[in-house]
């Protein structure tokens, strides 16, 4: 199984903790750490845009990317919210193992 992390900007901590915590409830990611505050400077709509934001990375297997953007999506205010998936490349395997059993569905 390969991993991925999933990296999601939000607007505010509560936005962020909802999205985190279906995210983990549902397996679709084993864990998310909520950062924030961060700034985000962006061009939308033919402006210049500065906010305060919130982001999250979920920390899922490969195969479950796809449903879990559509989750976090489905979940998320934005219009066209930031949610973009990067491979790990290699990790602590404890650590990816954990991921890797954290996505089998509770027995």
Known sequence: MGFCSVYITTPDPDTARAIARALVE??????????????????????????????????????RVEALIARAKALHPYQVPCIVAWPIAAGYQPYLDWISAEMKPAS
């Open 26 to 63: 549902e397996r679709l990611a084993a864990c998310a750490n909520i950062l924030g505050p961060i700034s985000s400077i962006y061009r939308w709509e033919g402006k210049v845009h500065e906010e305060g934001e919130v982001a999250l990375i979920a920390k899922t297997g490969a195969d």
